[in-house]
């Protein structure tokens, strides 16, 4: 079987930046699901896939445009600090969701603004994956339908199922 629409894949995978650090990854713990051709990953990623077999390892670049896409300056917004129920608790580098609902990080805060940045934490970087593809199965009705894979309980990732 081969990794291609409408099945579900089973993947362990390392994230680094250009400087060779791990941002993310899973290769010690639980492998993610994702139903391929949704969507549900970074295009890059999952056309790199595309036609993979179980057990086959790959690194693959995927750049800006086909990961979370360039920086936006819009991103970077400027609030009055009175729009805060509690300015004085918020610090800089950390996130805060705003009054839409948006996750944003402070960049800056002053006694009249707080400004953040509501920019994916990776827009603008180039990626690198090492993805060994585990599993690979057709997916359920079901699957199909709710456009991801069903999710399994009382499993854990990572150490003692801290996830």
């Keep these: 079987m081969i990794v291609e629409n409408n099945k579900v894949v089973t993947i362990h995978y390392v994230l680094k930046d250009e400087d ?31 036609g993979m077999k179980a057990e086959q390892v790959i690194e693959v670049v995927v750049y800006e445009d086909e990961a979370y896409g360039p920086r936006e300056k819009s991103l970077i917004i400027e609030v009055g600090i009175e729009e805060f129920e509690n300015p004085e608790s918020i610090n800089e580098g950390e996130y805060i969701q705003l009054f839409d609902g948006t996750d944003a990080v402070v960049i800056h805060k002053n006694d009249n603004q707080i400004i953040v940045d509501a920019n994916h934490p990776l827009a603008g970087k180039t990626l690198f994956f090492t993805v060994k593809i585990i599993d690979i199965r057709d997916a359920t009705e079901e699957e199909l339908l709710q456009g991801s894979p069903m999710q399994k309980t009382n499993v854990g990732c990572g150490p003692e199922g801290c996830c």
Excluded at 23 to 38: A, K, R, S, V
Aim: glycine content about 12%; charged content about 30%; hydrophobic content about 25%.
């Design 20 to 50: 060779g650090k791990t941002l993310q990854g899973n290769d010690e713990f639980t492998p993610e699901e994702y139903l391929h051709g949704t969507e549900s990953i970074i295009p890059g990623l999952e056309r790199a896939l595309e």
